[in-house]
């Protein structure tokens, strides 16, 4: 009888062990698992602050540092004379996930607000939001907003000269994770669901200018200006005629992740091929070393001519922002 008693005592003590680990896993920070998910689905989450943050928006600096360079439509217009472009497209089903909650307290309330004031900005913490224990949040309607890159191809021709020589040193985002509604509800220490009004919210949240937003039934504030999450940079070089062939999805030692869009690789040309893939499995001091080295470029470089070696090792883009990669490459 000691023996199963025993027993059952040690199952108890695992299964307890095992429960408190899933929530130190998955329980304290829900927004660790949404950053593990942007990055998941191949997007760079956002860390800076940006008054635009949708497809078409220029950005240079560093990926930890964004600088903001043009508007979505500065360089990327929705029509030209009145005639659609066509260029921003959107897709509904390319995300699995079509909502997101999360309820958190203590400390994590204010990481949840620092990460609705990366990307655009929607709300931040107001003067008497002190009394706030607790706040719950919904994102719904996850959708991919994108540039269409052969519709960028053939509008390339029409794009402004200055636009074109912007974008040999700077990127733009190519396509963005989109959340089309945030609804919150905050809670007091006693659990309590805060009573919300046009006339009082102000004094619990600073709501972004320009920002839409609604309250039902008293407790829960809407947001339904998009909010975007996570993003991917293009490169539009004047080299490239038009052609979008590297995008970036990925960070490593604050610098981002060229990746060649091209799936059809030529074993023949391996030989002549002067590849300095950076590859996940090379252990992190390859990788540090040559990013330090400045931007690894997969191309022939026997094939360049003096001058386009130049620009590629001037260039602000590869020198202080971008590693290059190639993904046909494989090792052996």
Request: aromatic share 10%; hydrophobic share 40%; glycine share 6%.
């Amino acid at each position: 009888m000691l023996s199963i008693l025993k027993s059952k005592l040690i199952s108890m003590l695992l299964s307890t062990l095992f429960l408190l680990t899933l929530v130190t896993l998955f329980g304290c920070n829900p927004l660790t698992e949404l950053y593990k998910e942007i990055k998941q689905y191949g997007y760079i989450a956002y860390p800076t602050p940006l008054q635009y943050a949708g497809p078409g928006t220029m950005i240079g600096g560093s990926p930890k540092a964004l600088n903001l360079i043009a508007a979505p439509e500065t360089c990327f217009p929705d029509s030209i004379n009145g005639v659609p472009t066509n260029l921003r497209k959107t897709d509904l089903t390319t995300l699995p996930r079509k909502s997101y909650k999360f309820s958190v307290g203590g400390n994590l309330k204010f990481k949840l607000l620092n990460f609705l004031n990366t990307g655009n900005p929607v709300l931040n913490a107001s003067v008497g939001f002190g009394i706030v224990k607790t706040m719950e949040l919904v994102m719904s309607g996850v959708s991919i907003e994108y540039l269409d890159s052969i519709k960028i191809s053939e509008y390339y021709p029409k794009m402004s000269d200055i636009c074109k020589q912007y974008l040999n040193y700077v990127g733009f985002i190519i396509q963005a994770i989109r959340v089309e509604k945030l609804s919150f509800q905050f809670r007091t220490a006693t659990n309590a669901l805060l009573q919300l009004s046009v006339e009082n919210i102000k004094d619990i949240v600073d709501i972004g200018a320009g920002v839409e937003f609604s309250i039902d039934n008293s407790v829960t504030l809407n947001i339904t200006t998009p909010k975007y999450i996570g993003y991917q940079l293009g490169e539009l070089r004047q080299k490239n005629n038009g052609l979008v062939l590297y995008r970036a999805n990925k960070i490593r030692f604050n610098k981002f992740v060229f990746v060649a869009i091209n799936v059809f690789h030529d074993k023949s040309n391996d030989k002549n091929v002067n590849n300095k893939m950076i590859d996940d499995t090379e252990n992190s001091n390859q990788i540090e070393e040559k990013a330090i080295e400045g931007a690894v470029v997969s191309s022939n470089l026997e094939n360049l001519l003096a001058g386009e070696l130049k620009e590629l090792i001037e260039s602000d883009l590869l020198e202080k922002n971008a590693v290059y990669a190639n993904p046909a490459h494989k090792k052996q």
